[in-house]
């Protein structure tokens, strides 16, 4: 069975500085992974994902997260965080020939100023 | 490019009654998955339709159903609704296998 862990619920930060939110997935098979936004009372929204190639993935907005199969990882960052970086994370994994998402328990990001 | 659309947004129900959510994916994707999040659970997964076919289905008791149509428009229902079943409903799509998911912006239900 798959599972992912995040095992920060919540990361307070300071404007301007580096963020890591961490994430652990286990599986017996190879995997696809993602990484989700989630602003108050809305859906979710992709980030990044990892289907293959690359193990460095990056998203439009300053973040990144790498594969790292050998410490089955998928760990997110970003050099400087804005306000507007204020949000919950979560880390998914799905597996070949599914679209089911296994989902973390998800990391509050807080920015402040 | 219209992303996926949930209806309602927010729904008030009480004890006992059913409710029907409904979900339009982005055109052109025939994927679409059902998940519930709840402040003590997270996210779970609910189920998984592909051309009108029930793909794959969670954890989760008989009152919980679904379907989808031709036109990839994808109905949940929850029977005899419980309080613990308050939660954000959340629907995606994928345009195909082991693609990126889409996700609307829920339906807040609240079961009083």
């Known amino acids: 069975a798959q599972s992912v862990t995040q095992l920060d619920s919540q990361v307070p930060v300071f404007e301007e500085a580096p963020v890591e939110l961490r994430c652990n997935y286990s599986?017996?098979?190879?995997?696809?992974l993602f990484w989700y936004v989630q602003y108050p009372n809305q859906g979710l929204q992709l980030l990044l994902k990892?289907?293959?190639?690359?193990?460095l993935v990056e998203s439009i907005n300053g973040f990144e997260a790498e594969f790292n199969k050998s410490q089955t990882s998928f760990h997110l960052r970003k050099p400087s965080v804005h306000i507007s970086d204020t949000a919950e994370y979560f880390c998914?994994?799905?597996?070949?020939?599914?679209?089911?998402?296994?989902f973390g328990t998800g990391t509050r990001l807080q920015v402040f100023p | 490019k219209a992303g996926v659309t949930q209806t309602p947004r927010y729904l008030i129900k009480t004890r006992g009654q059913q409710v029907t959510l409904s979900c339009s994916p982005i055109?052109?994707?025939?994927?679409v998955s059902w998940y519930q999040q709840t402040p003590g659970q997270g996210l779970q997964f609910l189920f998984e339709?592909?051309?009108?076919?029930?793909?794959n289905k969670g954890n989760f008791p008989g009152r919980f159903s679904g379907r989808q149509f031709s036109n990839s428009r994808s109905e949940m229902n929850v029977s005899t609704l419980e309080l613990g079943d308050s939660a954000l409903y959340l629907c995606?799509?994928?345009?195909?296998?082991?693609?990126?998911?889409?996700f609307g912006q829920g339906t807040r239900l609240t079961v009083v």
């Open positions: 995606a799509s994928t345009r195909d296998r082991n693609t990126e998911a889409f």
């Open positions: 998914a994994v799905s597996r070949e020939n599914t679209d089911k998402l296994i």
């Open positions: 055109s052109g994707h025939r994927s």
């Open positions: 990892y289907l293959s190639g690359s193990t």
């Open positions: 599986s017996s098979v190879s995997v696809y």
């Open positions: 339709y592909f051309s009108e076919t029930q793909r």
